[in-house]
């Protein structure tokens, strides 16, 4: 029994001890380090303008640069965590241990990208195009909260493996 339990946690590992150090010596873990809270914010911020948009119908074209502000930012954070976990995990995306985060990343995605579509092309309102940002603003929490647990469950795995 007790060689199974000693087993065990390697197996359900986010990362391995060559993955881990990989992780921690990379520029890339920096990077996403400050994307990630910089995008928060932007995304806090522009959520309240699309808010006040929603509400008051006033503040639209500061809504608008704000969203695309916010999905500028969405691009280079996965582009650059698509480098991150080639870096680490030896493949740009996919890799066992983020798979579902990078599935949902892709529905992030192409909610903003429909966003920045449907703006370009007229293709909605000013109220539809809200409502759209609002739908990948949604989609955006679920995902930042797919890495924070994945983040923290990193985190709790190192502090048992010291």
Same mark, same amino acid.
């Given at each position: 029994?007790?060689?199974? $339990?000693?087993?065990q946690?390697?197996? &359900?590992?986010?990362?391995? #001890?060559d ?20 995008? +928060?914010l932007?995304f806090?911020? #522009?959520?309240? /303008?699309?808010?006040r948009f ?7 074209a500061a809504?608008?640069y %704000? ?7 969405l691009y ?5 965590g698509?480098?991150?976990? $080639? =870096?680490?995990?030896?493949?740009y995306l @996919?890799?066992?241990a983020? +798979?579902w985060?990078?599935?949902? %990343? @892709? ?10 579509? &449907?703006? @370009?092309?007229g293709a909605l %309102?000013p109220?539809?195009?809200m =409502? /759209?940002? /609002?739908?990948?603003y ?8 797919q +890495?924070l /647990? $994945?983040l923290?469950a990193?985190r709790l ?6």
């Open positions: 029994m007790a060689p199974a $339990k000693s087993q946690p390697d197996q &359900a590992a986010l990362y391995t #001890s993955e881990r150090k990989r992780r921690d010596t990379t520029v890339w873990t920096t990077v996403q380090g400050v994307l990630a809270p910089a995008q +928060f932007v806090l911020v #522009s959520l309240g /303008l699309v808010l929603l509400t008051t119908g006033e503040g639209y809504a608008t %704000s969203i695309l502000a916010k999905t500028g930012f280079l954070i996965m582009v650059t698509a480098i991150w976990e $080639k =870096i680490v995990f030896g493949q @996919f890799a066992p983020f +798979f985060e990078d599935v949902f %990343s @892709f529905a992030v995605i192409a909610l903003h990208t429909a966003y920045v579509w &449907a703006l @370009f092309s %309102s109220t539809g195009l =409502i /759209l940002a /609002l739908a990948a949604a989609a955006y929490v679920i995902n930042a909260g +890495f /647990l $994945k923290r990193a795995q190192g502090g048992a493996t010291a």
